[in-house]
């Protein structure tokens, strides 16, 4: 797989295969599809940011099979592709080569490559797709309607410039006419580079070439970022309209981001501009609201996500409602049943069934029991300034509003903290805790404070 370029029409510091769509790098989209096809090894060869490259591909793909190879000069495809041989050392079947800005590339695809490689019978089978405007592309050449060459539009007489049927610069090739043909290779031609193309012309002369048509759309490269928005908005629709067939209702396809390999069960309802991201798995009969943000989150069967909430790295179990306007950071773990309203923040917090925070709290580092109702403008005080701290409420504790927990500290089963209650020392199962100052009334004081005011303007 090619990831050598720099992409200079990108207009940016970083590698071309690096920039993102739908938060992963262009080049792991290429790279999963090989996976999918089970190749035994792939080989990304690298050239400009190197060592980049390297590790956001190993941080994606951690188990595969990957061995880098680097293309110290850019002098051409023929060269980036030998660069790999010392990788595939030892391998002789089939050699699949594929390019790393190509995100729209389907494993049918590649497998009807493979299928086109074996009934042809020759050493290289390719993909070809039909353009009505080919200009900047390689013509495929066929004489008796055999493929017997490609020929780059640089290098193109005006008769093969008519040619509407286009190389997309993907083959199937055995691996021992591979490494023989690339020592052969000389760079003669327009742009003085070692051209991969030209392994067509010599396979042609072996033995039939298998072809295999796409859809422009699929083969289409990245060359700027107005192309790489383009790419995503096809990959969104594709990802979004599986989802839908598959039984998930989404209110607005268009404004929908789901990124590729999210699950989602059936009967969920995605309302518009919702995002899900990063390994996210959504269980059945879930509403997600408008504005959603979902990262790398668990949702069980039948919970309600209202408007505009965000959850990173969160656990949410069976029939929870969440929101509007929640935050679940990570190590948030709910059972079912739980109830998190408006601006309701948590993070690193365990709470059990049937447990309700509904209006502006803050639960961070707490461990909270079944069934406990948490008031408004509750905050745990996990933080010294130094170190984090727990917070724990047993089964059917009630926080008043207004209460802050000093962590370290417990309340027991059955405890109750009064509103406005500052918790420093740990409150026994069934007691009561109350720490602010007793009401003090004093009748007739606004009318005297009123009459003192005119004493003093008349003075």
Excluded at 298 to 318: C, F, M, N, Q
């Amino acid at each position: 797989m090619l990831c050598a370029g720099k992409g200079t029409r990108m207009k940016s510091e970083k590698a071309k295969v690096l920039h993102p769509i739908l938060g992963r790098p262009l080049c792991a989209y290429p790279l999963k599809r090989a996976l999918e096809l089970g190749a035994t090894h792939v080989v990304p060869v690298v050239g400009h940011q190197a060592s980049e490259v390297e590790k956001s591909i190993r941080s994606h793909f951690p188990d595969a099979p990957l061995r880098f190879a680097l293309q110290k000069e850019q002098k051409g495809t023929a060269d980036a592709v030998k660069a790999a041989q010392d990788a595939l050392k030892g391998h002789d079947g089939r050699v699949l080569i594929l390019y790393g800005d190509v995100p729209l590339l389907r494993k049918e695809t590649l497998q009807a490559l493979l299928a086109a490689h074996d009934a042809a019978g020759g050493a290289l089978a390719l993909v070809s797709t039909t353009l009505e405007d080919p200009t900047g592309y390689g013509r495929v050449i066929r004489e008796g309607g055999k493929v017997a060459r490609i020929v780059e539009h640089k290098d193109c007489t005006p008769e093969q410039r008519a040619v509407k049927e286009c190389n997309a610069g993907i083959y199937s090739v055995d691996a021992a006419f591979l490494w023989k043909a690339l020592a052969e290779i000389k760079p003669v031609n327009a742009q003085g580079e070692y051209y991969l193309t030209d392994l067509v012309e010599m396979a042609a002369k072996l033995g039939p070439v298998g072809a295999v048509d796409a859809d422009a759309t699929e083969t289409a490269g990245v060359n700027d970022k107005v192309e790489l928005a383009a790419r995503a908005r096809v990959l969104q629709q594709r990802i979004n309209e599986a989802h839908m067939r598959a039984g998930v209702s989404i209110q607005d396809p268009a404004t929908a981001y789901i990124e590729e390999g999210i699950t989602i069960g059936t009967d969920t309802e995605i309302g518009p501009s919702v995002s899900l991201m990063a390994g996210t798995v959504i269980g059945k009969g879930v509403i997600i609201g408008q504005g959603s943000v979902l990262t790398a989150s668990v949702v069980a069967d039948g919970t309600h996500i209202k408007p505009y909430s965000v959850l990173e790295e969160a656990r949410v179990g069976e029939r929870c409602i969440i929101g509007p306007f929640s935050r679940l950071r990570p190590a948030t773990e709910l059972a079912e049943e739980v109830h998190l309203g408006n601006f309701v923040e948590t993070k690193k917090a365990r709470i059990g069934k049937g447990s309700k925070a509904n209006h502006l709290t803050y639960l961070g580092d707490a461990n909270i029991g079944a069934g406990c109702n948490i008031g408004a403008g509750t905050i745990t005080c996990n933080y010294d300034g130094v170190n984090k701290h727990l917070t724990e409420l047993g089964d059917g504790v009630f926080i008043g509003s207004d209460s802050q927990l000093v962590a370290p500290v417990k309340v027991g089963d059955g405890g109750y903290v009064g509103a406005g209650t500052t918790v420093t020392k740990n409150v026994p199962p069934g007691s009561l805790a109350v720490s602010r100052a007793p009401q003090v009334v004093k009748e007739g004081w606004v009318a005297a404070k009123k009459a003192r005011q005119v004493k003093v303007k008349a003075g």
